[in-house]
């Protein structure tokens, strides 16, 4: 399960709407747990694939490590991704699988149909390595004013 | 020197975000931390020993591929190097 406050849901969903039609891109900064990865802060992050910024994204290890320092002053870790499918489903795609390294972490997709967010579903890279590794279905938790609200699974 | 951990390897550092260890060069260091970790290695480097190419390694703000020495680069106590594992990918509608 990956757990966000309601304001990092809505802010990952507009900067899919901002850069629509091209993909966002940022980093989820929080805690892994034991019941998942509990979201403090979302971080944006510059789209490098300005040669096919509506299908692909790419964040700058420049950026990453930028961003990681930053969670470390924070006390935090980065917990996952997130991105957004400009027209196409919220669903990972081969290459998202193919590109997707950090595993334990929560990589957030939003479908952003004609500029406006739709659908946004979580999925958890597991394993052990290259090899082994796959994405599950995550549930996502969202939280308003301390109130816990679990997401019925988007379908397309 | 000081070597940040990513958080999805940080199973195999024991839970550690930093480690220190001693080393005269990058190369030093990397191989330091692969005889304290053994078990990163696999996943830090190919069977045939090649970084792997989806690991980035930064030497403070630098990555190392676009040093002139590489991983011969000479490095101090107080320099920090990063492990990095790449982030990216997008949808072309062919989802699953």
């Known amino acids: 399960m990956v757990k966000l406050s309601f304001s990092d849901y809505q802010a990952l969903r507009a900067h899919g709407e901002e850069t629509y039609p091209h993909e966002c891109c940022g980093v989820l900064l929080g805690l892994a ?36 320092r930053q969670a470390r002053k924070l006390g935090l870790d980065i917990v996952g991704f997130y991105h957004s499918h400009p027209d196409c489903p919220a669903e990972w795609s081969q290459t998202d699988f193919n590109e997707a390294h950090w595993i334990g972490c929560s990589y957030i997709i939003t479908r952003v149909d004609q500029g406006k967010a739709v659908i946004t579903n979580s999925f958890l890279l597991t394993g052990t390595d ?27 | 020197m000081k ?23 990058v190369g030093d ?12 290695r696999q996943h830090l480097y190919t ?11 930064y030497l403070n703000d630098d990555d190392i ?6 991983e ?25």
Do not use: M
Request: charged share 25%; hydrophobic share 30%.
């Open chain 1, 33 to 68: 747990t034991t019941d998942g990865n509990h979201v403090r802060s979302t971080v944006r992050a510059g789209n490098t694939r300005i040669d096919s910024a509506h299908n692909r994204y790419n964040i700058a290890p420049e950026e990453l490590i930028r961003i990681q």
């Open chain 2, 65 to 70: 591929r676009y040093l002139p020495q590489k």
């Open chain 2, 29 to 40: 260091a990397l191989a330091a931390l692969t005889v304290a970790y053994p078990e990163l």
């Open chain 2, 47 to 57: 069977g045939d020993g090649k970084l792997r190419s989806f690991v980035n390694l």
């Open chain 2, 72 to 96: 011969a680069t000479p490095v101090e106590d107080s320099d920090e190097l990063s492990v990095i594992p790449s982030i990216a990918g997008g949808c072309r509608c062919c989802c699953r």
């Open chain 2, 3 to 25: 070597i940040n951990i990513p958080t999805p390897l940080r199973a195999y550092t024991g839970g550690e975000q930093t480690v220190n260890v001693p080393g005269a060069t």
């Open chain 1, 130 to 156: 290259e090899e082994d590794k796959k994405f599950l279905d995550e549930p996502v938790e969202i939280e308003v004013s301390g109130i816990e609200i679990k997401q019925e699974r988007d379908q397309e």
